[in-house]
């Protein structure tokens, strides 16, 4: 009798199959999607602020000032005068605001 309960005890049943799947599917959310789903929010508003004559630095490393822009490309001109159209999920970084920021 006492083998039986302590295999009842043991198994566990669908409650110790289930707990441990939702808790994996939580932590996997709060540490890998949220983080990405706030990255991507961040650098939409920080592409909707930006405006003609703001530096900037794409994603390749191009740095730049925008000088034309439209719904969904800038133009940006390099240091040495050269005109380049970017998409504007091409921009990584906003040069005016970061050289404005005091470094810590």
């Known amino acids: 009798m006492t083998s039986t309960v302590i295999l009842q005890a043991a198994g566990g049943g669908m409650l110790g199959t289930v707990v441990p799947?939702?808790?994996?599917?939580?932590?996997?959310?709060?540490?890998?999607?949220?983080?990405?789903v706030k990255?991507?929010?961040?650098?939409?508003?920080?592409?909707?602020e930006l405006g003609k004559g703001d530096k900037v630095i794409t994603?390749?490393?191009i740095h730049?000032?925008?000088?034309?822009m439209n719904e969904t490309t800038f133009v940006i001109e390099s240091e040495f005068g050269a005109k380049l159209r970017?998409?504007?999920s091409a921009v990584s970084l906003?040069?005016?605001?970061?050289?404005?920021?005091?470094?810590a």
Not at 21 to 36: A, D, G, H
Not at 39 to 48: I, N
Not at 94 to 103: L, R, V, Y
């Open 21 to 36: 799947m939702v808790l994996i599917m939580v932590v996997f959310y709060f540490f890998m999607i949220r983080p990405q």
């Open 39 to 48: 990255k991507a929010k961040d650098h939409k508003k920080l592409v909707a």
């Open 59 to 61: 994603t390749a490393g």
């Open 64 to 68: 730049g000032k925008i000088i034309d």
């Open 86 to 88: 970017f998409d504007k």
């Open 94 to 103: 906003d040069a005016t605001k970061a050289a404005a920021t005091p470094k």
